[in-house]
């Protein structure tokens, strides 16, 4: 057992989207489709269970939020302490599995009890040259930085988080009058995508592809672009080649409009220490009618634009504070008219578990009802990598991640291997 936290009992859950994810398990078949997370890889032979089992409740004690229960009644939830916290519960072994990327339901030896904290982690022993540790928690309880930062303190006992926001706080007016354009964008027709319209089926397929980040960087600084713009392009091309029939022959002005895909954007203000759910969505249109690569990289450009993020995400949180209400309808808003999700992070600590040297880190995402796919981009240690899981009736997820690990070869050839090339001069990597 591991000892409770005292000076908690119960408190309502306030904010809209811990309350929208516990919501989605009263209209889903399985709940470990809420569930999303990252596997850790490592080389040489696993750690017994029992050590890990010990290094995780060690860690425990220091972190409030995962000894924590999310009630549920159909009510208001409420966050409790659970009276009876016990690591055998949260940290499994799979010996079916070998390490890598798999749909989250297929980690869980069984289904996830809703009266117990909403996370674990599965250890994937492999065999005596890798093995990995996936950690997983339900949406309702953490977002994907928050998670990055909880393995930190997890694994490397870290006791608190980085500033991600800069600038000046903006007035509840003035966010609305910043979110104004990109809520009426929600409002133009947008093509019907195939994907989309296939039967949602309860099968899950996850697959995974990377690439050397060198290769990616090589591409920013030759079009001053960001390491996720690059990702993005990338995957504008990839999609082209998933779904071929939505983006040849003449096209109408919905699809030179483009794929309408929606982006989680970190909201916390400098200097928070938040381990919950603290993001925007901001909405972007996907130039898949786009045939040349370069133009599909500018046009990202300039609908992805760094400073234009930054406002997005401060409005957002401001927007959020001042008038809730209006902002929950906002991102219920863009979530509806948005057709996949591409998410990005970036891992920049060194990572260790039971004395172990974490080689790559890999997402597991989730899947969002209504939605065919979801992409999740992770840069680690040189390496950037990414994660797609799909329903049973869309196109393969192995091909999307094939695809898009190609265009990227496509873009270093056509914009780094040529002439055109600029000299580096001082320029260094812009994540997002």
Known sequence: MVRMHVGFEKATVT?????????????????????????LRMRGEAPSLTSLREQVARAVVGIPMLTRRLVDSGGDPTWENEPQFDIDHHVWENRQLAPGVHPARTLFLNRPDPARPRWGICLLSGDDREWAVCYLVHHAV????????????????????????????????????????????????????????????????????????????AIARA????????????????????????????????????????????????????????????????????TDPERRLRSIMT????????????????????????????????????MMVASSVQARDTLTVCGTPVAEIEAIPWLPPGYPCFSFLVSYKGRVGMSVLTHGGAPSSEMLVARWRD????LHSR???TSRRPTAGAWRPRAF
């Open 415 to 417: 914009l780094v291997e």
């Open 303 to 338: 609908a992805t634009g760094r400073r234009r993020i930054d406002r997005y995400r401060r409005a957002h949180r401001t927007l959020v504070e001042a008038a809730p209400d209006v902002g929950d309808w906002l991102w219920r808003r863009i979530a509806r008219t948005s």
């Open 142 to 217: 953490q977002d994907a930085v928050a998670a990055l930062e909880t393995m930190r303190r997890l694994f490397d006992g870290r006791t608190s988080g980085k500033a991600v926001l800069r600038g000046r706080r903006a007035l509840g007016v003035e966010a609305s009058v910043r979110l104004a354009p990109d809520v009426l964008s929600t409002y133009r027709a947008v093509t019907p995508w195939t994907p989309l319209l296939a039967p949602p089926l309860s099968s899950r397929t996850a697959a995974f592809a990377a690439v050397e980040q060198e290769w990616i960087e």
């Open 223 to 290: 079009t001053d672009a960001t390491i996720n713009q690059v990702h993005l392009a990338a995957l504008t091309g990839a999609l082209r080649d998933w779904s071929p029939g939505d983006w040849t022959g003449r096209l109408s002005r919905a699809q030179r409009r483009g794929l309408p895909v929606v982006m989680p954007v970190d909201t916390r203000k400098p200097g928070e220490d938040d381990l919950g759910n603290q993001f925007g969505l901001f909405r972007a249109m996907l130039p898949c009618g786009e």
């Open 15 to 39: 904010d809209f989207w811990t309350r929208h994810f516990a919501g989605i398990d009263r209209i889903i078949e399985d709940p470990t489709d809420v569930y999303f997370g990252f596997v």
């Open 407 to 410: 265009a990227i070869y496509e």
